[in-house]
């Protein structure tokens, strides 16, 4: 009996290490609080000894098999959900899963405890567990890991709804990793749906920006030329949040004393109280983006963009600018333009402004405004911003929830507000060579920030007249040199001809499709399968293409994100509805077709836009 235990040890861990190659483990076990011991039944059961130093069994002592059956079957068998699993231990509950929930809902496990693990290993045949497709094991007491992994595995335009089940020893055991794990899940949920609305929302919109801005972004210093130059400053980001009605008045005070660092949002903001930034940070290609500076006298203030902000900004800023973003359409253009310098977000402005004022060498670094939540009169934003108005009356829902406030109490926030918050948290903890201050005097409190009134910032940071941010923008400014304009029109060029190679293609496929579909109906086989492989080679040809095809899929997010949706539900049905399909098809290559041609648009228009300075220059 022994010798069988040693073969399928083996085995199982020849199977794990086959598929989870990414998380290699110490199979040896090493401590002396896990017990495996006989069931009343016979089969194996783990006891294991708490922090507190008391022992818990992980499954029951009496019948570890029937108690995982019971937990399954109150688990939902709905199609297309993720279930998440707190602790493997010795695999009963995960294989009571498997037989139970509908075969297409992933099972996504986390094992928070190696020894464990691998005495779980050790104990059972787990052959069956290990080398199934629809379990994703995750042996780890990193939350990080935890989030990377899942990123992995949950899909917001395909998946449904997060279930959480488990070992109730598990939790009890390994309560602080448990709640740790679930804040991870909950955080890639909250970014993925952001990121999935705002792809639906604005994915155009970042491609036509870009493209109209590619001579500005080509002829403007990046983000880069002032990194380091202002090494040891104090920088304030100013945000729009509704607290900053409580101390907008004092920042004119530091000007001189601090560098400021103004979000788009909140320039109206700051110019009701005659206030000049150093920094106008800009992100968002939405048309209403423009309004936050449409009309303002912004003064000498330097903007410092992304190249799919708002085109209407880049034509009419009248100061000095700096660009950053890496959106995909540069890779078309390879070293014809430089790198413009790395600016990481977590998609608010002001984590980019945050960021920058890091590789700037600001220090401290001092947040106003950045309230990451609504007040509780339910006000997004402050006064003076296009947003003013806007309220929240509703309560607590699966968008919106209550986070811990500076003030000790709870506010209520959204999705996109505590995206913004983690990735303020995770940036403080990940780079603490700097000091962080939150002077926003209300919002939401971010974790490794310290707390402070922007007047006891003021008197203890800002009190030397001696920054000129000014000649400092001057200086980055005078040291870029505007590179050769050809090559990057050459590029364009070849995209125009790949432009219109896309356009008869799509044609083609529509053509096909609609003769595909009389001859499903008339059951002409030969027919059928001659279309079908005509569409399949355009649609290969189309799916391998390294320039035109993530351009134009942003030109139909939300039909795209409808075709996947009824794609993934016809999975889950056991009806075949070729009219369906090929309707789809159909509605893809149309879309294609038309986003082709927006796109042939917009590069007439750039490369335009580019003969006409080079014949000016």
């Known amino acids: 009996m022994q010798e069988k235990k040693h073969v399928w040890e083996a085995?199982?861990?020849?199977?794990?290490?086959?598929?989870?190659?990414?998380?290699?483990?110490?199979?040896?076990?090493?401590?002396?609080?896990?017990?495996?011991?006989?069931?009343?039944?016979?089969?194996?059961?783990?006891?294991?000894?708490?922090?507190?130093?008391?022992?818990?069994?992980?499954?029951?002592?009496?019948?570890?098999?029937?108690?995982?059956?019971?937990?399954?079957?109150?688990?939902?068998?709905?199609?297309?959900?993720?279930?998440?699993?707190?602790?493997?231990?010795?695999?009963?509950?995960?294989?009571?899963?498997?037989?139970?929930?509908?075969?297409?809902?992933?099972?996504?496990?986390?094992?928070?405890?190696?020894?464990?693990?691998?005495?779980?290993?050790?104990?059972?045949?787990?052959?069956?567990?290990?080398?199934?497709?629809?379990?994703?094991?995750?042996?780890?007491?990193?939350?990080?890991?935890?989030?990377?992994?899942?990123?992995?595995?949950?899909?917001?335009?395909?998946?449904?709804?997060?279930?959480?089940?488990?070992?109730?020893?598990?939790?009890?055991?390994?309560?602080?990793?448990?709640?740790?794990?679930?804040r991870q899940i909950k955080e890639v949920v909250s970014t993925n749906v952001v990121n999935l609305v705002t792809g639906i929302r604005l994915g155009w919109n970042f491609v036509s920006n870009s493209i109209l801005n590619l001579l500005d972004y080509s002829t403007y210093p990046g983000i880069v030329s002032l990194f380091n130059r202002m090494k040891g400053m104090p920088a304030i980001i100013v945000s729009a949040g509704p607290s900053l009605n409580k101390n907008i008045q004092l920042l004119k005070e530091v000007k001189g004393k601090a560098v400021i660092i103004a979000v788009g949002t909140a320039v109206k903001a700051l110019k009701k109280w005659d206030i000049e930034a150093d920094f106008i940070f800009s992100i968002d290609p939405h048309p209403l983006n423009y309004e936050h500076m449409k009309g303002v006298d912004v003064g000498r203030a330097a903007l410092v963009a992304e190249i799919q902000t708002h085109h209407m900004i880049f034509e009419n800023y009248q100061g000095p600018?700096?660009?950053?973003?890496?959106?995909?359409?540069?890779?078309?253009?390879?070293?014809?333009?430089?790198?413009?310098?790395?600016?990481?977000?977590?998609?608010?402005?002001?984590?980019?402004?945050?960021?920058?004022?890091?590789?700037?060498?600001?220090?401290?670094?001092?947040?106003?405004?950045?309230?990451?939540?609504?007040?509780?009169?339910?006000?997004?934003?402050?006064?003076?911003?296009?947003?003013?108005?806007?309220?929240?009356?509703?309560?607590?829902?699966?968008?919106?929830?209550?986070?811990?406030?500076?003030?000790?109490?709870?506010?209520?926030?959204?999705?996109?507000?505590?995206?913004?918050?983690i990735f303020f948290e995770q940036w403080i903890d990940r780079y603490s060579d700097r000091e962080y201050i939150n002077a926003t005097e209300g919002g939401a409190f971010i974790p490794g920030t310290k707390i402070m009134t922007l007047r006891e910032v003021i008197d203890e940071y800002c009190q030397e007249t001696t920054i000129d941010v000014q000649e400092l923008i001057r200086e980055a400014q005078i040291s870029f040199k505007i590179p050769n304009m050809e090559p990057i029109l050459e590029k364009l060029e070849l995209r125009l001809k790949d432009a219109k190679k896309t356009i008869i293609d799509a044609n083609k496929a529509i053509k096909h499709l609609k003769q595909l579909e009389k001859a499903c109906e008339d059951e002409q086989t030969k027919k059928m399968q001659q279309h079908l492989k005509a569409v399949t080679k355009i649609y290969k040809k189309f799916e391998n293409d390294p320039y035109i095809r993530e351009v134009v899929e942003a030109y139909f997010q939300h039909e795209l994100h409808g075709i996947f949706s009824r794609t993934h539900t016809a999975e889950y049905s056991e009806e075949d509805d070729f009219h369906a399909a090929i309707a789809d098809y159909r509605i893809y290559y149309e879309k294609v077709l038309e986003g082709t041609k927006a796109l042939e648009d917009l590069l007439h228009r750039c490369i335009e836009k580019f003969r006409r300075n080079m014949c000016n220059d």
């Open 11 to 182: 085995e199982n861990w020849a199977i794990y290490k086959d598929r989870y190659s990414f998380n290699k483990l110490d199979t040896t076990v090493t401590s002396e609080r896990i017990e495996i011991i006989d069931s009343r039944i016979g089969m194996p059961t783990v006891r294991v000894m708490s922090s507190t130093g008391k022992k818990v069994f992980l499954h029951s002592s009496v019948d570890p098999v029937k108690e995982a059956k019971k937990i399954a079957e109150s688990v939902s068998s709905k199609p297309g959900n993720v279930i998440v699993v707190y602790g493997f231990g010795l695999g009963y509950l995960v294989e009571a899963l498997l037989e139970t929930v509908d075969e297409r809902s992933p099972i996504f496990i986390i094992e928070p405890e190696r020894d464990l693990f691998c005495a779980a290993m050790a104990a059972r045949d787990l052959r069956h567990l290990l080398s199934s497709e629809r379990l994703y094991i995750l042996v780890s007491d990193l939350p990080r890991t935890v989030k990377a992994y899942f990123f992995s595995v949950y899909n917001a335009a395909k998946h449904q709804d997060i279930i959480v089940t488990g070992l109730a020893g598990h939790r009890t055991v390994y309560g602080d990793f448990y709640d740790q794990s679930m």
């Open 321 to 421: 600018v700096f660009v950053s973003g890496d959106m995909p359409i540069l890779n078309w253009f390879g070293d014809s333009i430089e790198k413009k310098g790395k600016i990481e977000s977590g998609g608010s402005v002001a984590n980019n402004a945050f960021v920058a004022a890091y590789k700037m060498g600001a220090d401290p670094i001092i947040l106003v405004g950045q309230d990451l939540a609504y007040s509780r009169d339910g006000h997004s934003h402050a006064t003076g911003t296009i947003y003013e108005d806007k309220v929240y009356c509703g309560g607590e829902n699966a968008s919106y929830f209550q986070v811990k406030a500076n003030d000790g109490g709870k506010l209520l926030t959204d999705r996109a507000f505590y995206q913004f918050l």
